[in-house]
């Protein structure tokens, strides 16, 4: 069974501190991806990447980076952590195949950031 | 660009009603669409897709190109499906784009 895991289930921060979220996943997979959870809203793309070194942007990357140095881990980094950054945020992986991949991801437990 | 719309954030129905999510998408090429669910306390799962055509936990989806929607269906609902419900689609690169989600809330 596929197993992503997320450093923190809890996090708090202050505004302006440099905030590290990281993922693992166990299964090998080419495709990770970092969204945050809002209520109202669904999930939201940040950051995703295809490849170890590769990353693209998603749909809101405003004040988030990735880094991905190796296939299994997939960090998102909040440059200088602001108040609308509280969210629940979620890692998930998928099986890749480049440009057509369509399978189903497997999600972390996520992590609640709370930023004060 | 895709789009997916849940139209109801919340649905309660009680235990043995039929129970119907809503889901509308857009997208220009062929999509392939999924429903996630989010148990409490538990991490979004996948629950069906349609590609697989399979019903999981007695839901069913059907995708309907003509009306581009998606919707979950279950003939019997039972307590144990209260949860978070996403409809999602998934474009390159294996990317989701996931509606608001729904609310469903089963009653005794």
């Known amino acids: 069974d596929v197993k992503v895991t997320q450093s923190s289930r809890y996090l708090v921060k202050r505004t302006g501190e440099k905030v590290f979220l990281e993922c693992v996943q166990d299964?090998?997979?080419?495709?990770m991806f970092w969204y945050r959870q809002d209520p109202g809203l669904g999930l939201r793309l940040i950051y995703f990447?295809?490849?170890?070194?590769?990353?693209e942007k998603g749909d809101i990357p405003e004040g988030y980076s990735v880094s991905r140095e190796k296939k299994e881990r997939f960090s998102l980094i909040l440059e200088s952590a602001s108040t609308n950054q509280t969210s629940m945020y979620l890692c998930a992986s998928s099986q890749g195949q480049g440009a057509r991949s369509n399978q189903p991801q497997h999600f972390g437990d996520g992590t609640r950031l709370s930023i004060l | 660009a895709q789009r997916v719309t849940q139209p109801e954030k919340l649905l309660s129905v009680f235990k043995g009603a039929p129970v119907e999510l809503k889901c509308n998408y857009s997208y220009s090429g062929s999509p392939e669409l999924f429903w996630y669910v989010q148990y409490s306390r538990q991490r979004l799962q996948l629950l069906l897709r349609h590609i697989s055509r399979e019903s999981i936990k007695g839901f069913t989806a059907d995708l309907n190109k003509g009306e581009t929607s998606f919707h979950l269906k279950k003939p019997f609902a039972q307590e144990e499906d209260s949860a978070m419900y996403y409809c999602?689609?998934?474009?390159?690169?294996?990317?989701?784009?996931f509606g608001q989600g729904t609310i469903l809330t089963v009653h005794p």
């Open positions: 990447s295809y490849d170890v070194k590769m990353k």
């Open positions: 299964m090998d997979h080419e495709n």
């Open positions: 999602a689609v998934t474009t390159s690169y294996g990317k989701l784009t």
